[in-house]
């Protein structure tokens, strides 16, 4: 399996502009997550999805970010518009009901907004 | 909901063991995983307990004391290869069943 990719893997953007990050899960994954690192935040839930629905976005910092997952090997982080605080790196995971503690993380995206 | 404290870095010699301590306030305990996560790279699974005791995989090693809310994750036979960050994750039956919620992470750094 190629495991969970993400695309772009690094991003510069001006502030104000829209950043679109994508997510292919490991087919046969229900769950989907999207996380965000940040030195002085670590590892912060953004939102999750499971079998396409959105279950649980409190996470989610604002507004600004939305999230879609039009089916089960497809998902989206937008960020409209984006702000130099955004700049971190976003992980996508995915894992099954099965390996409901494992879950399987992409390389993820490094944003940077200046 | 739930928080998880972890001390911030260890420095340790090759062939030494390191001790990796996490407590957790969660208001749903489903269980304690550790990821481990390289510069750069991303966080990848170690190990998990859903029940008191002691897991062990190889070189490394997790515990768990439900009790006292407290883990901690065992590298023994420290190799250069596992300087990386370490994180506990907490996994909270009140979100759901798949939600994990990582610590602030413990940076080891593997010297000769």
């Known amino acids: 399996d190629a495991g969970v990719i993400q695309s772009p893997r690094h991003e510069v953007t001006e502030m104000g502009q829209e950043v679109t990050l994508r997510c292919k899960p490991i087919s046969g994954h229900d769950y989907l997550f999207w996380y965000r690192q940040t030195m002085m935040r670590g590892l912060e839930l953004l939102i999750y999805f499971n079998n396409n629905v959105p279950i649980d976005d409190s996470g989610m910092p604002e507004d600004r970010f939305s999230a879609k997952m039009p089916n089960a090997s497809f998902s989206t982080l937008k960020i409209q518009p984006s702000e130099p605080r955004d700049s971190a790196v976003y992980f996508c995971a995915s894992s099954s009901f099965g390996s409901g503690n494992t879950i399987y993380f992409g390389e993820g995206s490094w944003l940077t907004v200046v | 909901g739930q928080s998880l404290e972890q001390p911030s870095e260890v420095t340790a010699v090759e062939g030494a063991i390191v001790q990796i301590n996490c407590t957790y306030q969660t208001s749903g305990f489903y269980g304690l995983s550790w990821y481990q996560q390289h510069d750069g790279g991303a966080p990848t699974f170690l190990s998990y307990?859903?029940?008191?005791g002691l897991e062990e995989t190889g070189r490394f090693s997790s515990f768990l004391s439900r009790s006292d809310s407290y883990g901690y994750l065992l590298l023994q036979e420290l190799q250069m290869k596992d300087s990386a960050s370490y994180f506990c994750a907490v996994r909270d039956r009140d979100y759901g069943n798949n939600r994990l919620a990582f610590g602030k992470g413990n940076q080891v750094v593997v010297i000769p």
């Open positions: 307990n859903g029940l008191d």
